[in-house]
């Protein structure tokens, strides 16, 4: 069986979450490799201290999805990648193609970066050189709207963009405990080894020297 490369893209939203835990119990088996990938955006402006900051969280935050993987009992190879990056996905694309993933699952929310590659490739699948698997709840309420006049306002999730990654939908996923593995206990290994003395036998025993 080959080996798959799957790389999972680490953010510090619930949906990216989501995502992990699809993954491993939908798509990850035995022998895969998993890839943490966490790019941080650092600008011009940012100095080294703050910068080192950044990636400190981001390599904490990607612990903690390892925890994920951890805490669901899953046999399988993991690494983390903390990268500085940009918001428009080109450093995620030159990851994914370097590590050669076989598979790029994204937790799909209103700022991911898949709209912004959208808007400059006219197929993401050929960018990454991968299968995209963007994962997404379904929408209760519309997204409020975007205040700030300088920010990108991003194609909705019904926009007439053709997305060509596949998107699945989760209605509220719900992975349920998995209890440790019993270790059988026995009692008794060999029952002939069982040596059954009558009650009072010592005292039967004691009163016959004491007479004697």
Request: glycine share 6%.
């Amino acid at each position: 069986m080959d080996v798959r490369k799957i790389v999972v893209v680490v953010e510090d939203v619930d949906i990216s979450r989501k995502a992990l835990q699809w993954s491993l119990h939908n798509l990850l088996r035995y022998g895969d490799l998993l890839t943490l990938l966490h790019v941080f955006t650092a600008t011009k402006s940012t100095n080294k201290k703050k910068a080192r900051l950044l990636r400190l969280q981001g390599y904490q935050l990607a612990l903690s999805f390892k925890e994920i993987c951890n805490s669901n009992f899953f046999n399988t190879n993991i690494e983390m990648v903390v990268t500085e990056g940009d918001q428009e996905g080109r450093k995620i694309v030159a990851m994914v193609r370097e590590i050669g993933a076989s598979v790029l699952v994204v937790g799909l929310h209103h700022e991911s970066f898949l709209y912004r590659l959208a808007l400059g490739h006219d197929n993401i699948a050929n960018s990454l050189s991968c299968r995209v698997l963007a994962i997404k709840q379904p929408e209760l309420s519309p997204p409020p709207p975007l205040r700030a006049k300088t920010r990108e306002r991003l194609p909705p999730l019904d926009s007439s963009t053709t997305m060509d990654f596949s998107q699945i939908e989760i209605s509220g996923l719900h992975v349920p405990d998995i209890p440790p593995p019993k270790i059988p206990y026995r009692i008794c290994p060999s029952p002939s080894a069982i040596i059954w003395r009558p009650r009072g036998s010592r005292k039967k025993k004691s009163r016959s020297n004491g007479g004697a």
